[in-house]
């Protein structure tokens, strides 16, 4: 689903006087931009387009996560250094050539 402002503006003087108007033009999921002075910084929205917006935007959040992990992935997997001090501590996990975090502070 695709959301975008409106074009739909109106002053704050002809939202008064046409306000059951522009209620149903919202309720018909055409958002209304309220324009007061030179600013046009309010919209009126569905409750369930505002919704549905919230949801996207929670999607988009995850997959930019998503994306950070997966080029971090890429980072390590370039790196050679990186990649073989990472396969270093796999093979010493492997042998077991590790101290639990637990024990940490008994090893000293």
């Known amino acids: 689903m695709h959301h975008s402002f409106s074009?739909?503006?109106v002053s704050v003087?002809?939202?008064?006087?046409?306000?059951?108007?522009?209620l149903t033009r919202v309720r018909n999921g055409v958002p209304v931009t309220i324009m007061q002075g030179d600013q046009?910084?309010?919209?009126?929205?569905k409750?369930?387009?505002?919704?549905?917006?919230?949801?996207?935007?929670?999607a988009l959040r995850a997959r930019i996560a998503d994306?950070?992990?997966e080029i971090?992935?890429?980072?390590?997997?370039?790196?050679?250094?990186?990649l073989a001090s990472v396969e270093a501590g796999l093979g010493a996990l492997r042998d077991?050539?590790?101290?639990?975090l637990d024990d940490l502070g008994d090893a000293g």
Do not use: F, Q, Y
């Open 7 to 9: 074009d739909d503006i």
């Open 13 to 22: 003087t002809n939202l008064r006087k046409e306000l059951p108007a522009m």
């Open 40 to 45: 046009a910084d309010l919209v009126i929205v």
């Open 47 to 58: 409750r369930a387009d505002l919704a549905a917006m919230a949801g996207e935007a929670e």
């Open 67 to 69: 994306l950070s992990s």
């Open 72 to 82: 971090e992935t890429l980072e390590i997997l370039s790196d050679p250094r990186l």
């Open 96 to 100: 077991g050539r590790v101290i639990a």
